[in-house]
């Protein structure tokens, strides 16, 4: 071998992994905006119905509402780019506001008087960031307790647990409200629904890609010639008057609702939110690795999880929440195949922009929210699917997996298929307010459920023997402690290491 030769193998680059390719900046900004137009309505949920619950002005709605959007943008941009060995799981995902902080948020408020009680929540929020970065490193080695089984439950039930919402975003809120479900607005959404398939059928590269974007954009050109009934008068279903009235730069300094305050009941009820937060954030990281064939380490989870931790405490002192990762973007990555995560951190720039400019905020937030709603269905759904691919690594021969699929679902459906007229859970609503807390959500439910019938079932008491895949824990390449996550074939009955 020549010594050219010789010098030539040596110095040369390894392959960029998918996920740290940098794509031309025309393609990242579309892909980018992409990512906002399918998390943008969730996004600004929170506030909105935070904000309405506590009868709080609009002038300081919207206040909330840039907040948010500036803090999911910061976190945005930490799990995507990531913070040393700190903060960031390094992977296309996207970060908003999560929805499991209402119930506690207006619970604790009008404890103490409505908008007056603002500091004690701001005061629990700190307390549960502090919290959150503490747990990170110990909930992440829980990890390899996660196989196809337990992660395939899981993911299937954020995916089926968020139809409902799509539902909501499409037809409305209220299922008495006279208006509720308007012809106009379901058949806008299916024609964005018929639109991405028919786009990503005959579409090819980058165009494919963007699929759900273009379709979100001529559904949004559609809407314009559609009407709705409002008092007996028809109203165009776009509505950019918010605009108008919108800054161009707004930004409420910290604490604007006054120092923080504590108390021990609201801090608790604000741990139990964290560790539901990183429940859904685990199984969506899980979710992501499998999507990009990126191999997902402890190190990951724990500096994935600790972003989480991190935006609570940004929360507790900008004036805005916790928050987690999106499902709905990781349906997006499994749909348009785009696994770079350079794409999600424009997204978080964007973010950023909006909370600043709420102008530009505004006019995103008038794209009526059935048309997004068609879109999101499709992302809801595609996170399920995601769920039974994984599950197809289970062995279902000769053992109880079957069973522990089945009742875990079961048991996670029930508070999402038992709401009130505004789509709330009510199914645990005679429980403790803690109670609801965690099993209100069906992920928290999914989670504890597989994960203990999977022990209980395959691997305490001498489980049946038979093998099956199952992700384990082993150190990274390149790396002198993270462990990784590999899948491999082993004993299903085998003893827990």
Known sequence: MSTSESGTRDTAKPPVHPVDEVLPAPRLTVLGLQHLFIMYAGAIAVPFVVGGALKLSAATIALLVNADLLVAGIATLIQAVGVGKLFGVRLPVV????????????????????????????????????????????????????????????????????????????????????????????MVAFAVVFGILVLARTLRGFLGQIAPLLAIVAGSLLALFTHSWSGGTRTHSWDLSGVGHADWLGLAAPFHFGAPRFDAAAVISMCIVMLVTYTESTADMIAVAEMTGKELTGGDITRGLAADGLSALLGGSMNS????????????????????????????????????????????????????????????????????????????????????????????????????????????????????????????????????????????????????????????????????LALQRSPAASPLP
Request: aromatic letters at 10%.
């Open 321 to 484: 929440f916790p928050d987690t990762l999106f499902a709905e973007n990781v349906g997006l990555v499994q749909m348009t195949g785009v696994r770079s995560r350079w794409v999600t951190a424009v997204t978080g720039g964007m973010l950023v922009v909006m909370g600043v400019v709420p102008k530009v905020g505004a006019f995103v937030a008038a794209v009526p929210e059935f048309v997004v709603g068609g879109a999101a269905l499709v992302m809801f759904a595609t996170v399920t699917a995601v769920g039974i691919q994984t599950l197809k690594k289970t062995e279902f021969h000769g053992n109880h997996n079957l069973l522990i699929v089945a009742t875990s679902l079961g048991l996670s459906l029930l508070p999402a298929y038992a709401s009130d007229r505004f789509g709330n859970s009510i199914f645990f609503e005679k429980f403790p307010d803690w109670a609801q807390i965690v099993f209100g959500s069906p992920i928290t439910i999914a989670v504890v459920s597989a994960f203990t019938l999977n022990l209980v079932f395959n691997h305490l008491g001498g489980g049946v023997a038979v093998p099956s895949h199952t992700l384990t824990v082993r150190p990274a390449a390149g790396s002198d402690a993270a462990p990784a």
């Open 95 to 186: 970060a908003g506001a999560t929805f499991t902080v209402i119930p506690p948020m207006i619970t604790i408020a009008a404890k103490f008087g409505g908008e007056k009680g603002l500091p004690y929540v701001y005061g629990a929020m700190l307390c549960s960031g502090v919290f959150g970065l503490l747990i990170a490193k110990p909930f992440a080695k829980v990890i390899r307790f996660f196989p196809p089984l337990v992660a395939g439950i899981v993911i299937t039930v954020i995916g089926l647990s968020l139809i409902g919402p799509a539902a909501a975003m499409i037809a409305g809120h209220d299922t008495e409200d006279p208006h509720y479900g308007q012809v106009s607005h379901i």
